[in-house]
């Protein structure tokens, strides 16, 4: 549904608000990489702060969350496709194995 | 044609339309932005490269004729098959097709033109400037010779020291270019330029294929281009993206280049089956049966091709698990594309058929296909594929998807839309003739390759010895390629007869289904005197014969004869796309020779796309562009492209992932970079964000003076993210680390650099923007501008966010 049919539109508020988590999650980033007894979880952990970045800039920056969602599909299509190629392209290239040779 | 109950009349008068007041001039050419007239020139175009390459074909047929044959030396037989090879598939069956999307898909959905009819130009123009350097080589005597798909490292700089591939490099990439923004340009055109009432369900097949190639290119080129500015660094900066000897896998080109390759393959064969699904049913009096499922199997083909490429790769060696996965892809694929032909089959069966040129090459088309298709799934079995691999069976089964596909899939839209596209009927007698000289060469030419194939006949070897067995079925094909090269003579004459004394064609002569045959042949510049009804899938046969069913579901028809939009707007002849492409000639040649013409060739490319931006900044009629989806073209465009960068940034990341830890010397990640400074400059790129944000709400509310502030902080952000990347390559550099060091470096300064490049053409984008604002010429109106450009900079800030994350962080 878009903006003007749902009415529903961020405000500066919103932003200010989402510049802040994406401050407080870039720095708890750059915090958990100094602390050891993450090593296990670290990259899992890494991606899904990232992940979370990614979406709230997507969601309300782009505004995709109060946009038709046309335009979602013609994104996160493509983002969803373009992913399990990377992940496909670094299997076959012995990044790392998701199933053996 | 007469105006139909229901119908409105032309509320402006054609004179006062900019479009119209042009002659046939050569100007009035060069500076068209007309869909009709941009249709043709890619048509024109690419018969000449048809022609070239045709020559080409028949000149590898001659000199393997007859055993130990001296027509060419070995090193021209490589030449000419990579020439062949790249010239039929990028500036022939490419073009053409181009030449159906642009003269028929907006007469298909009822629209007087593309959504953006300069940027269609421009595609145009890049094309013919793709084309122009890639032929050049044969001018300079160094054309390539590395194959269509270039292998690495036989592309490398010690293996190919001449300009052979340099030419090849930035032809491609210059074709790439012009492909992606015409995929667009057609994505957005038929998502929100339909007729009110042309439900996607309505649209017509060929229609549906188009849009599925249009997502196919947009998606598929982005790693092609990738690899292929991985070749241009290595070849002109010393990376080594594919040096074994730095750590390098040679296989990232394979990968890359058949992530682009197989979608490319349906990139050039979908088009012909849109065009026999509208072929059939006119000629069969029928509907297309089970156009839905028609529809759907497009769309699983376009979605299964780009998880199939590796089984162009079992020869490398991938193992037996990836071998299986991709194994069982490509059989799947068959599913959908055996759903096609049994519909057109039973669209046959039982119709009131009159076998015209145009069928003729249908019904051609069907057979054929299915051959090459059938060796095609011989191919998805590994033990079989390795049999054939790098052997004729392979050039018979491509010769047979590509020239019984996707050639005798043109042909038949070439006799089909010919009155259309010239208002002149076409001979049929020798278009017969034209069919079925080409049919008989086409098989005695391929056919017998399969067997040359199984019984271990080499592609690519430019001769071969008598006692091979070989000579009767090479010297067979090579009379069967003369009969297709005779086949295009009598296709030329008929044209040429048509063109000069053909008689006029009725607006709807095979008493057509489809919208386009609802105006006079040839359409008027507008198209359409009155945006046309939409009935239903088949709207104008619905229209003439009944049953006539309602507007879809929030659409409109007769009471809303526009789109909402009062009278017709044509966009006036730019000379900006010519210009524009012409820069981009200047940069390539400028690659090739010297580096001061780059400069030069860029900065020109950059003014003439700045007049292009702003040749209609004020126009009224450019302010509101809002299509059916309610939604204004230019931010579905940006979504689109967007959707496609993340392809581009996606391959580069998996690039870097993939190659980290393989350098053979340091430094290591870990040793060289400075997290704290690399925090600061992520933390002011997701700030910049904010600003941007700020900026289009102080717009919207016509806050210009905030507008102002938050465009230049968004700008002035990015350049302070700029310094923090100068700063970082600088100490890099003063520290030994460059991109030639060592695989790490080409990686990492190749994928942080082009992502630096994207946030410095945002930086110019918005200050752009800024001065607009300044000089009074940026009002409420323009909104959308700045929520485009927002939408590009907050791109930019997501691609470093995972940049961040993955490249700096991860250990």
């Known amino acids: ?101 | 044609m007469s105006a139909r109950p229901g119908s409105h009349v032309l509320q402006v008068p054609p004179a006062a339309l900019p479009r119209l007041t042009t002659t046939a001039t050569l100007a009035s050419w060069l500076t068209t932005v007309d869909h009709k007239r941009i249709g043709i020139l890619y048509g024109a175009t690419a018969f000449a490269f048809f022609l070239l390459g045709g020559i080409e074909a028949l000149l590898i047929r001659l000199q393997l004729a007859v055993p130990e044959n001296t027509v060419v030396s070995a090193h021209t037989y490589n030449a000419l098959f990579t020439m062949h090879g790249t010239t039929m598939i990028f500036l022939a069956i490419m073009p053409f097709n181009a030449m159906f999307f642009n003269f028929v898909v907006p007469l298909l959905i009822g629209a007087r033109d593309v959504a953006f009819p300069r940027l269609n130009a421009l595609s145009y123009w890049i094309f013919l400037a793709g084309g122009l350097v890639l032929n050049a080589s044969l001018l300079t005597g160094t054309p390539p010779d590395v194959g269509w798909f270039g292998y690495a490292n036989l592309t490398s700089l010690h293996y190919s020291p001449g300009l052979n591939v340099d030419f090849w490099i930035f032809a491609l990439q210059i074709l790439g270019v012009s492909s992606v923004m015409s995929a667009i340009n057609f994505i957005v055109t038929i998502l929100n330029l339909r007729a009110p009432g042309m439900s996607m369900m309505r649209m017509p097949v060929f229609v549906w294929m188009t849009l599925v190639v249009q997502f196919l290119i947009a998606l598929a080129f982005p790693p092609i281009t990738v690899g292929l500015i991985f070749l241009m660094f290595d070849r002109f900066f010393g990376t080594h993206f594919y040096d074994v000897a730095a750590g390098a896998d040679l296989h990232l080109w394979q990968h890359l280049f058949w992530i682009f390759g197989h979608p490319e393959v349906y990139i050039l064969i979908l088009p012909a089956f849109g065009i026999v699904s509208e072929v059939l049913p006119t000629f069969a009096r029928k509907p297309l049966f089970g156009a839905p499922v028609m529809i759907y199997s497009g769309v699983l083909i376009g979605f299964f091709g780009f998880g199939v490429w590796s089984h162009h790769m079992f020869a490398a060696g991938m193992g037996p698990v990836a071998d299986s996965a991709f194994s069982i892809a490509t059989m799947l694929i068959a599913i959908p594309t055996g759903v096609k032909i049994f519909n057109w089959l039973a669209t046959l069966w039982g119709g009131s058929i009159r076998t015209t040129t145009a069928l003729h090459f249908a019904v051609g088309l069907v057979g054929l296909f299915t051959i090459g298709g059938l060796s095609g799934i011989m191919h998805s079995s590994p033990p079989v594929d390795l049999q054939q691999t790098d052997s004729y069976f392979v050039v018979a089964h491509l010769h047979y998807v590509l020239i019984g596909g996707s050639l005798f899939g043109i042909f038949a839209g070439i006799y089909y839309w010919w009155p259309k596209m010239t208002g002149r009927m076409i001979g049929e007698g020798l278009g017969r003739l034209n069919f079925w000289l080409m049919f008989v060469g086409f098989n005695l030419a391929f056919f017998p390759q399969h067997y040359l194939g199984a019984i271990g006949m080499p592609r690519r070897i430019y001769t071969y010895r008598a006692d091979q067995g070989w000579t009767v079925a090479n010297f067979a094909s090579t009379i069967g390629a003369f009969g297709i090269a005779l086949a295009v003579l009598v296709f030329a004459i008929n044209a040429w007869r048509s063109l000069r004394r053909g008689d006029p064609a009725p607006a709807d002569p095979w008493d057509g289904r489809t919208l386009e045959w609802r105006t006079s042949s040839p359409p008027p510049a507008h198209d359409f005197d009155v945006v046309p009804p939409v009935y239903g899938r088949d709207s104008f046969w619905r229209e003439k014969y009944g049953p006539r069913r309602g507007p879809a579901p929030g659409g409109a028809t007769a009471e809303h004869p526009d789109g909402g939009h009062a009278g017709i707007h044509l966009p006036a002849p730019s000379h900006w796309p010519l210009l524009i492409a012409l820069g981009m000639l200047i940069v390539a040649v400028g690659g090739l020779t010297h580096v001061a013409l780059v400069v030069v060739g860029a900065l020109w490319t950059l003014y003439a796309i700045v007049r292009l931006a702003l040749e209609h900044h004020r126009t009224p009629e450019h302010a509101e562009q809002r299509g059916v989806l309610g939604l204004d073209h230019r931010k579905v465009a940006m979504w689109v492209f967007l959707g496609s960068e993340c392809f581009f940034f996606g391959t580069m990341i998996a690039t870097f992932l993939a190659y980290k830890g393989r350098s053979v010397v340091g430094p290591a990640p870990h040793e060289i970079f400075n997290i704290p400074v690399t925090s600061l400059s992520t933390f002011d790129l997701l700030m910049s964000s904010l600003l941007m944000v700020l900026a289009l709400a102080a717009i919207q509310r016509s806050d210009h003076r905030h507008t102002r502030l938050w465009l230049f902080g968004t700008a002035f952000f990015g350049l302070i993210f700029l310094g923090f990347q100068a700063f970082e390559f600088t100490d890099f550099v003063h520290r030994g680390f460059t991109m030639q060091r060592n695989l790490f470096g080409s990686t990492f300064f190749l994928l942080t650099g082009l992502h630096g490049t994207h946030v410095a053409i945002g930086v110019f984008w918005l200050l752009s923007l800024w001065v607009l604002s300044l000089r009074g010429r940026l009002g409420a109106v323009d909104a959308i501008k700045v929520e485009i450009a927002g939408l590009y900079w907050h791109f930019v800030d997501v691609v470093w966010i995972a940049i961040f994350t993955l490249v700096y962080l991860i250990p």
């Not at chain 1, 702060?49 to 994104?75: C, E, G, I, P, Q």
């Open chain 1, 1 to 101: 549904m878009s903006a003007e049919h749902s009415g529903e539109q961020p405000t500066v508020g919103t932003y200010l608000l989402v510049a802040l988590v994406l401050t407080l999650v870039t720095g708890l980033e750059v915090g958990v990489i100094y602390v050891r007894r993450l090593a296990p979880i670290i990259v899992p952990l890494l991606v899904a702060m990232s992940a979370a970045k990614f979406a709230l800039v997507a969601l309300f920056y782009m505004h995709l969350r109060y946009d038709s969602r046309v335009l979602t599909f013609l994104f996160v299509g493509p983002l969803i496709l373009a992913s399990g190629l990377a992940v496909a392209l670094m299997t076959l290239t012995g990044a790392f194995l998701v199933f053996g040779r």
